[in-house]
């Protein structure tokens, strides 16, 4: 072997050692503050091997038991903080909620949105978008009468489809989402849909099929490694959901533009019309279409799948837990009678509102929460966290923290009650996420599901199909990018 090929080999073995260390964190430019603890990553796939990555969040659990509340594992090249249990996700997200603000860019997400909308914005356009969303929103009745007025108007719709099963074991998991769309879509556009009308039918299966396509492996394979992309069907068909999805929103407000009447908003896409009117035409300007399709297209999502799975669990765990359901309905008999169920009393049926909380946190549906990333360098629980650095709350461990609750891995309404039966506030309670980022919709998701589940239990009581004993019931989750119920059955018994 000649001394020039020699050499080459040294450099390259040289470059291969380096991009190991770089990788492995041994090479860093913060190496003499004290980072967060890890497993050993391995070159190129980082800590990829140790993952479940159907259900990561059970990784990360295992992992925080390891190395604690504050640790970091690789993802490929990316380096993700990881931060869990009660008081360290508040110390990050509501303490120092600045610090932890923003959004990381993941790939898929930016092929769908562009950065456009609310939920994975970034910078000044998701401030200016989440300030406009939530203000529109509230002028929109979100935790207001008139929005009362209409979820108790749709539970009519829902309890007649119900109604007509006579009985008989169905799936409700259609007409729950078909329902609650209607809620968003009257703010989103100004009306309702019927059950059966085939766009609105269209919509929810694409919003469906997205969010179960999102959470697959391989799509989590595309987020670390994208340039895997062009192998990946799931990609082309939430980018095809999302066009299909967008060309729908794109024809209503058009439609909406030529009546459109800026002293007479009739819904959220005419509010964002009118302030796109308004706006001066300058470079910087952030109500442009792009925004608005994805504005649209979040809070359905949002708005849709929350809640749809929130009851879904709802009457899985009633089926499951008959004696809950009782005591819920004595205490509804016993407060509401025969009329209809309204936000008002929720303060004096605590039974029913420790059940429905308890149902959101047992349910943990989206136990990761959605990435952030540090919008400036930070310390936290002593570890320095540099700015840029991705970060997952683990919103599982809050909800699941042994020291915040007794039985945290059971159905148990009574965390929510205290001793003389009084409903009691857990600020571990954090289904909505907290800080900067927490849900805007959780006001309105508040509301519907109490009206929505009171109303029904009201007026049926739930059992499982003939010859399904409640204690064969299976609560382990479906796969998807939120935490969602197996598909189940069930009968609903007309009570009065």
């Known amino acids: 072997m000649d001394w020039s090929s020699s050499t080459s080999i040294g450099l390259l073995f040289m470059l291969i050692l380096l991009s190991i260390l ?30 479940d990555l159907k259900r990561p969040y059970r990784t990360y659990i295992q992992l925080a038991e390891v190395y604690g509340p504050v640790f970091s594992v ?26 932890f603000s923003e959004r990381p860019k993941i790939p898929i997400f930016e092929d769908l949105t562009g950065g456009n909308g609310i939920v994975f914005a970034h910078g000044e356009n998701w401030k200016v978008m989440r300030r406009f969303t939530l203000t529109t929103l509230r002028d929109f009745g979100m935790g ?10 749709e539970y009519g719709y829902l309890a007649d489809r119900i109604g007509s099963q006579e009985g008989k074991p169905f799936d409700a998991s259609k007409m729950l989402n078909a329902a609650v769309a209607n809620i968003i879509v009257s703010i989103l556009l100004g009306k309702r849909f019927d059950y059966r009308d085939s766009r609105f039918l269209r919509l929810q299966h694409l919003t469906n099929e997205s969010m179960r396509l999102a959470g697959k492996p391989l799509v989590t394979l595309y987020n670390i490694f994208p340039q895997l992309g062009f192998l990946l069907r799931a990609n082309k068909t939430l980018l095809q959901n999302r066009n299909e999805f967008h060309a729908f929103v794109e024809t209503t407000f058009l439609e909406y533009l030529k009546i459109l ?14 302030k796109q009117q308004e706006e001066t035409a300058t470079t910087n300007g952030h109500f442009h279409n792009g925004n608005l399709l994805s504005l649209v297209s979040n809070l359905f999502t949002a708005g849709v799948e929350t ?19 009782r005591k819920v309905q004595e205490e509804i008999e016993e407060v509401i009678g025969s009329n209809p169920p309204r936000i008002e009393h929720r303060t004096q049926m605590p039974y029913t509102d420790a059940v429905i909380h308890e149902i959101q946190r047992f349910a943990n549906i989206l136990p990761l929460d959605l990435p952030h990333e540090t919008a400036a360098d930070v310390t936290l629980k002593g570890y320095f966290i540099p700015k840029g650095t991705y970060i997952v709350p683990l919103l ?46 959780e006001t309105l998701a508040k509301m519907e599901l109490f009206l929505f589940f009171t109303s029904l ?23 998807s990018f939120n935490v969602i119920p197996k598909p189940y059955k069930m009968c609903a018994v007309k009570r009065f």
């Open 261 to 274: 009447d800026k002293n007479d908003q009739r819904s959220f896409i005419d509010a964002f019309l009118v």
């Open 144 to 153: 207001k009468k008139a929005i009362e007025d209409r979820i108790v108007e």
């Open 22 to 51: 770089k990788m492995g964190g041994f090479w860093n430019s913060h190496g003499r503050k004290k980072l967060p603890p890890g497993p050993r990553a391995l070159p190129i796939i980082g800590n990829l091997h140790l993952f």
């Open 396 to 441: 599982a461990s809050v909800l699941q923290d042994k020291s915040q609750w007794e039985k945290p891995d059971s159905f148990y309404p009574e965390h929510f009650l205290d001793a003389s039966g009084k409903f009691v506030k857990k600020e571990a309670f954090m289904p909505f996420s907290a800080g900067r980022r927490i849900c805007a919709g």
């Open 457 to 479: 239990l009201q007026r049926f009581t739930f059992h499982p199909p003939p010859g399904v004993a409640s204690s064969d019931l299976d609560l382990s989750p479906a796969i």
């Open 74 to 99: 690789q993802m490929g090249q990316r380096k993700v903080v990881v931060i869990s249990g009660y008081e360290t996700v508040k110390e990050a997200l509501v303490n120092q909620a600045d610090a």
């Open 307 to 325: 809640i749809t799975t929130t009851l879904n669990w709802g009457f899985l765990l009633m089926l499951k837990y008959p004696e809950i359901q």
